[in-house]
């Protein structure tokens, strides 16, 4: 007969490689990457299909809501009508209502999610279609296409520089592309909270956080696809919090928690607590809440076309920058000869 020691002792070890199995089944059974791609584009989808199916939905996009109303601003700052107009990642209609329907003759909204497409908001007035599209994959002819634009989705692209050029093949001469994609800033004390915990309490650190371009990075792409007369300028919004699970919930709620194929599925609630408490200490307002900085870059490049503005030939100017200091002296005697 085994002692009731050594059954414990049994007991205990069949516990832990039980244990021990549960989590290597839990981590091999999470859908493995492709090669070179980062993000898990079904689980993405599957998030916006969770946003889309709240009830108060509209609670948690205000973040969105914003940004899509800034995009469209940014739409009316050209003095055009466009025949067709293209929003990649429109999720439940973020742009769109904030437009006018003279300016469009044709809307396509394209999202990667069903439920989303369902909930999103027309533009009144004009011919309004919504298609089921992955922006990895633009099923739009090429020279079709007036104006693109995408607000706040772009950063869950695996392949950033595909995506870029296959906008610019569906582009007419003369199309914009108007963006607008989080920075490297984002969440950063969010994600240095996270870091500091769990490596005090379990020895090291996983990402938890998307990876974010930063600006050289857009200015990148944009160049390499063929963009030109490009412009790119940041925008911080900072939103303050009672603690970080609110912070935590909203991210969830708005269809932003992390995608990767590498993700930690799990954190531990000491590690949690831990984070929360760290956050608090290091970020705190006055007031108690801690502040969550979002940073946006947005961007606009053109397709190129014979009518736009060229630089002008090397060696052609009339004017050095050595000598800057004579610039008033420059300019009052070429008025002169102007005059003459």
């Not at 493995?32 to 584009?41: I, Y």
């Not at 974010?212 to 990075?217: A, P």
């Not at 160049?223 to 790119?232: E, K, N, P, Y």
């Not at 969830?252 to 608090?280: P, V």
Request: net charge negative; charged share 25%; glycine share 6%.
């Amino acid at each position: 007969m085994w002692s009731s020691q050594m059954c414990a002792i049994l007991r205990k070890r069949f516990l832990q490689r039980t244990f021990s199995a549960m989590r290597f089944e839990s981590t091999t059974t999470q859908k493995q990457p492709k090669r070179g791609k980062l993000f898990d584009r079904r689980m993405k989808t599957k998030q916006r299909d969770y946003l889309a199916s709240l009830e108060n939905a509209e609670v948690f996009e205000y973040i969105k809501e914003e940004f899509g109303y800034r995009m469209a601003d940014r739409v009316l700052d050209i003095k055009r009508k466009f025949n067709v107009l293209v929003e990649l990642g429109c999720g439940r209609g973020y742009v769109a209502p904030n437009l006018f329907n003279d300016m469009v003759d044709t809307y396509f909204a394209c999202d990667t999610s069903v439920k989303s497409l369902e909930h999103t908001k027309e533009l009144p007035g004009v011919n309004f279609q919504r298609l089921l599209v992955d922006e990895e994959h633009i099923p739009l002819r090429n020279d079709t296409v007036d104006i693109v634009v995408s607000s706040l989705s772009l950063h869950w692209i695996n392949e950033l520089p595909e995506t870029f050029k296959s906008i610019l093949n569906i582009l007419k001469n003369d199309g914009a592309f108007l963006g607008s994609i989080f920075g490297g800033q984002t969440l950063f004390e969010l994600r240095s909270s996270l870091q500091l915990a769990e490596t005090e309490r379990e020895g090291g650190f996983a990402p938890h956080i998307s990876p974010f371009v930063q600006t050289i990075d857009v200015g990148a792409l944009l160049t390499r696809a063929g963009f030109t007369l490009q412009t790119i300028d940041v925008d911080e919004m900072v939103v303050n919090y009672p603690t970080m699970f609110e912070l935590l919930t909203d991210l969830q709620c708005m269809a932003e928690s992390n995608a990767a194929f590498k993700r930690k599925l799990h954190l531990n609630r000491d590690t949690m607590f831990s984070a929360a408490a760290i956050y608090k200490d290091m970020y705190a307002n006055e007031d108690g809440s801690i502040p969550a900085t979002f940073q946006i870059y947005n961007f606009i490049g053109w397709k190129p076309d014979p009518s736009q503005p060229k630089p002008a030939e090397r060696g052609s100017g009339q004017f050095s920058l050595k000598d800057i200091h004579e610039f008033e002296k420059f300019m009052s005697e070429s008025l002169k000869k102007e005059d003459k």
